[in-house]
């Protein structure tokens, strides 16, 4: 698995963990979706994401869009 794939599947598993929780928990836990969906968008302009950094220094190996 690339770092690609791995933060589109980090994300979903976010997007998917914030409306669990915010249906049966708070709705508080809305704002998360709207931190992922902020985050993809902004790396999706400038390139730089943090998730793709961390799992880089783990080890694995990178894909084509966080190079």
Known sequence: MTVDRAVMMFAGAMVLLS???GYYVSPYWYLLNA????NLMQASVTGFCPAAIILKKLGMK???AFS
């Open 19 to 21: 409306l669990a929780l």
């Open 35 to 38: 931190f992922v969906g902020l």
């Open 62 to 64: 990178p894909g084509v």
